[in-house]
């Protein structure tokens, strides 16, 4: 056998249909090698014409570049080896790997292909190449030849691209899905019969399915828009229309047959007729897609969600092209469509008047903060059947967003609470610790952004006490304001020092050279201010950056501009905790050029000044400690009381987190002396509240140090 005839042997194995176990796939993948042959056979009729040349002086072509074979067999032995090398392997295996075995396979069979050069050398090669390498090989062959084999090889080229499209469409018409795997016979069948409605050339079919379109109402819906959709008319033994509605469960090619199948036929009478393929009454059903869904792409960030395919069609083809999907199950919640939705930062549900509670359900489960409700009485399709187009977009401009910023579900916060009970201790420790006032972590649990603290109590120590309160915080790295409303920042600073020099406990004194040499803290001894610039400067070596607010800038300005301010330094700076003493000072100070007003009207300013507090803690992540007096005497006992704090209207204790009062009891032995303690009687986020003489506040006058010690009960 001659390599023409045994070359025609092959074409005629691969291109024939008559091989029940040859896959289309390898005949797809077969095709472009005997295509590329071809080339080749071509090529050498024109070869044979002489020697080629271009221009003057061109390149000379004497080769040819021919496939060999090897003539040890004949006949029906021929026949049987050729069959066995293009045959697909007994195991299943990937397209895309019967494809390469099944070239390799017959290019090894043919020898490899063999070039020969006229430019002084000669290269030879029996290596099988794939089809990418001989196109490559051709065309730099081509490139040196003159125009007319140039264009003989692109004509050559272009027939086989046709050809081979020809058997890729054949190969989706034999069963291939949209996604990959078999699908059903029916489906396969109805998809094999049904055409494009623009298609349609009988002119009695073009009548039967413009009619079934105007009765189904979608007859104003654009051509266009229906073959994007890839709906299709399909015409039975009986010249019976029907309306074909494909679904997808992903990106798809017009010619890729569906997931799943909606047949709308119309039968005698006039009578509509509804068949889904595969049958939804069957158990074993997958999820066969939506009606749409090839139509988005991963630029698209919001979808409209109907019931049906022809509300599906009236949208997109009314709104310039948003796109709309049918659902399955209509208004009947399908929880197999939840995924392919996730991806949507803005999804619009447009389902019947009717059946606007079946629309809210759906929006709870695909979290309903990105989910709009159309609320219009008329469907898309009722729309567009009544030229009133235009409304279809402005109805979804008006849709009603299901839940509104600011409003969330279990859904929404479910990392944020797992993250509060997981991480309860880590998050209870906020920014820090207290170092000085440690007693404090065992009913505080720590210091917090976003809270108020309150320091109440008689005029007993609450400067002082908040002096080293808010130092033992800044030494640690807590950035700082300090606004004093009642004395100068000079005598702040000066407490702050003294209290930074001096030690806090009973050990540090011990471990002091004040202690061992029975004299008292530097800075208060004369014979000591030669330490004062040495602990100026310690002082000016901490972590954090201290801010006091000068409170004599702003004598003439309202309670409002007095908060712009300190919101504005807290911005600038980064603040982390302000503190501000105290409250009724700041509102004597704002409204002392008001003329006289009325002690609703104070408790009122103070409620403002407390609400702008409030907001600015929550905006700013910021914790603000407030020192306040008590508006009212104290009880029979001596005891400072949760009502006895604020003012009658209650607004500061109700926004504090934390209320801390200073109590003070008289000595029963020696009624000159005097004990302080420290009472807890609100404690949002510790929990645990103190309400009796437990922690105990030792005053060291010489440092003016307090030191917290629990007393045993």
């Not at 304001?481 to 600073?493: A, S």
């Not at 011990?510 to 030669?530: C, E, I, W, Y």
């Amino acid at each position: 056998m001659s390599d023409e005839e045994e070359f025609e042997e092959i074409e005629r194995i691969v291109l024939g249909l008559d091989e029940p176990d040859f896959d289309l796939y390898d005949r797809v993948a077969c095709l472009d090698m005997v295509k590329a042959h071809q080339l080749e056979r071509k090529r050498r009729q024109f070869h044979s014409m002489g020697n080629l040349r271009e221009g003057g002086g061109g390149t000379t072509v004497t080769g040819e570049m021919a496939p060999t074979f090897d003539d040890s067999g004949a006949g029906s032995e021929q026949q049987s080896s050729i069959t066995a090398a293009i045959s697909p392997a007994p195991t299943r295996q990937s397209p895309a790997a019967k494809n390469t075995n099944s070239v390799e396979n017959l290019l090894q069979h043919s020898g490899g292909v063999q070039n020969n050069f006229s430019e002084g050398k000669e290269l030879a090669t029996t290596t099988p190449l794939g089809v990418d390498t001989q196109r490559a090989v051709a065309s730099s062959t081509i490139s040196k030849t003159s125009p007319l084999l140039r264009f003989a090889d692109k004509t050559e080229e272009q027939n086989i691209l046709r050809q081979k499209r020809g058997v890729e469409e054949q190969a989706a018409l034999e069963g291939i899905g949209a996604s990959g795997g078999m699908v059903d016979p029916k489906i396969r069948h109805f998809w094999s019969e049904a055409v494009d409605l623009s298609e349609i050339r009988n002119v009695e079919d073009q009548t039967e399915f413009r009619s079934l379109r105007a009765q189904l109402g979608i007859d104003k819906i654009s051509a266009e828009t229906l073959s994007q959709y890839h709906v299709r008319g399909h015409m039975d033994a009986f010249d019976q229309p029907a309306i074909c509605y494909p679904r997808y469960r992903g990106p798809s090619t017009r010619n890729r047959i569906p997931n799943g199948l909606k047949v709308i036929r119309r039968v005698s009478g006039g009578k509509l007729t509804k068949e889904n393929y595969p049958d939804e009454s069957s158990e074993k059903v997958r999820f066969t897609g939506m009606f749409g869904l090839q139509m988005v792409t991963q630029f698209d960030n919001r979808i409209v969600l109907c019931t049906n395919e022809r509300d599906a069609l009236a949208v997109y083809d009314a709104s310039n092209g948003i796109p709309a999907l049918s659902l399955p199950l209509g208004e009947r919640f399908d929880s197999t469509v939840i995924p392919y939705l996730e991806d949507f930062d803005l999804i619009y549900i447009w389902f019947p008047h009717i059946h606007e509670r079946f629309a809210k359900s759906y929006a709870s489960y695909l979290n309903a903060a990105r989910c709009y409700i159309i609320t219009a009485s008329l469907r898309p399709v009722e729309l567009v059947r009544d030229n009133r187009a235009k409304e279809v977009l402005h109805n979804i401009q008006d849709a009603v967003r299901v839940r509104y910023k600011g409003f969330r579900s279990v859904q929404d916060l479910r990392d944020s609470v797992r993250s509060e009970i997981v991480q309860s201790k880590t998050k209870l420790s906020g920014l820090t610790m207290w170092k000085r006032y440690a007693l404090l972590n065992n009913y505080l649990r720590g210091f917090r952004p976003s809270e108020i603290t309150i320091l109440s109590g008689g005029s007993y120590g609450k400067t002082t006490f908040m002096c080293e309160y808010a130092m033992d915080l800044f030494t640690q790295g807590i950035r700082t304001l300090f606004c004093n409303f009642e004395m100068p920042e000079e005598k702040i600073l000066k407490w702050m020092i003294i209290q930074f020099a001096g030690p806090s406990h009973v050990r540090s004194l011990a471990r002091s050279r004040t202690f061992t040499t029975r004299t008292k803290v530097p800075l208060q001894q004369r014979q000591d201010h030669s330490a004062v610039e040495m602990w100026l400067d310690r002082f000016e070596r901490t972590h954090s950056d201290l801010i006091i607010m000068k409170t004599e800038e702003f004598r003439d300005k309202t309670l409002k501009e007095i908060a712009d301010a300190i919101r504005e330094q807290t911005l600038a700076c980064g603040t982390q905790h302000l503190v501000i003493d105290n409250l009724q000072a700041l509102v004597d100070m704002a409204t002392v050029n008001i003329d006289p007003m009325t002690a609703a009207e104070r408790t009122h300013q103070q409620d403002r000044f407390v609400g702008m507090l409030r907001r600015m803690a929550n905006a700013q992540e910021l914790h603000i400690t407030l020192v306040v007096h008590p508006v009212r005497e104290p009880n029979e006992q001596g005891y400072y009381e949760l009502q006895h704090i604020g003012g009658p209207s209650a607004k500061i204790t109700q926004e504090a987190e934390n209320v801390l009062v200073i109590q003070r009891r008289r000595e029963t032995d020696d009624r000159r002396k005097f004990r302080k303690f420290l009472y807890i009687l609100k404690n949002r986020f510790g929990g645990r509240c103190l309400e009796v003489d437990q922690i105990e506040m030792l005053f060291q006058p010489s440092t003016l140090i307090h030191s917290l010690v629990e007393v045993s009960r």
